[in-house]
């Protein structure tokens, strides 16, 4: 392989490709980076981890072609750290050379036929999905979804589209975030995604300025995210996921219409002072939100104006839950549904119905 490319430009593909390489794996090849010419004019990166693999192609100067593994980490490490000029990268021997300016370094390569293969998705459907509102709905919802991999579906977010709507769902078993917006749509699907995939996923959009759109495709087993010149593969979560339908509340005898920035601010300043559960106690009265808590250490009280339909009641909340749910939104005003104060209360915009966060309480003495 003798290939030339901009500095700039195979270090900005790097840090993409880079989010696939594990952390920790037993298996010396995932370590690497595959690096492929595809045509006289472009080379593709992959890094993979086995559960995700991303490829990036970009443009360079192909003298002879040919396939490559570097070490992810000294050869991402090496091209950062060179100068903005043309970098000339020559294989030969199982030795990778890199010339950039008088810079010269050389490079143990590993054997290419040893890189696992990404299989191509045999597609079923496909849909072309906006970025800006991707990002925000994986935002409002990958929160929610459990950080421990022993549950399995439920370290996944639901993405369901249905009459002409986008739906996603994460819960823990403590809260449940639902979040739905309107698309240009009349499938009809339902797949389980890690939510730690989709939050990479949602770096590499933010990274990728020059598409405002871009295309999912999945079948029963994976799905692939085109943006641009970078697709990612993953594999979809197995199982079937909760009825969440079932678990939204019916009724509510309390409606609260609080400031969301207020809101914050207050349980924040509450929480400096909880206990180890983060417990804080809102008590509903008379149009008064007063927040509390209390620890060995002291105690905090304070109240803030809203809005309230019905009797009221006094609830505890693991302050953290709150906050995650207030803070996955940009409204200046929220409506909280409150039932009893062992029963979950429902966190919704003041108008329609473009998210939903559920929350348990936490039982008060």
Known sequence: MKITCSQKTLNKALNTVFKAVPTRTTIPILRGILLETTSDHTLKMTATDSEISIEKEIECQVQEPGKIVVSSRLFTDMIKKLPD????????????????RSYNSEIVSLPADEFPDISEVEEIERIVFNKETFKRMVRRTAFAASMDESRGILTGILIETKEGVLTMVALDGF????????????QEISIVISARILNEITKI??????????????????????????????RLLEGNYINYKEIIPKIHNNAV????????????????????????RLLFQEDKLVISSRSEEGNIREEMDVLIEGDGLEIGFNSKYVLDALKAV????????????VTPCMVKPEDGNSFEFLILPVRIS
């Open 330 to 341: 940009d409204d200046e005003k929220i409506l909280l549904e409150l039932n009893t104060n």
């Open 175 to 186: 809260r449940m975030s639902i979040v739905r917006e309107v698309i240009e749509t009349d």
């Open 85 to 100: 000029d043309d970098i000339m990268i020559v294989e030969e021997d199982g030795v990778v050379a890199i010339r950039c």
């Open 205 to 234: 959009l933010t990274d990728e300025e020059e598409e405002d759109d871009f295309v999912m495709i999945f079948d029963n087993k994976k799905t692939v995210f085109i943006i641009g010149t970078t697709k990612i593969t993953s």
């Open 257 to 280: 219409i609080a400031d969301k920035n207020e809101m914050v601010d207050v349980i924040e300043r509450a929480s400096l002072i909880s206990n180890k559960n983060n417990l804080i």
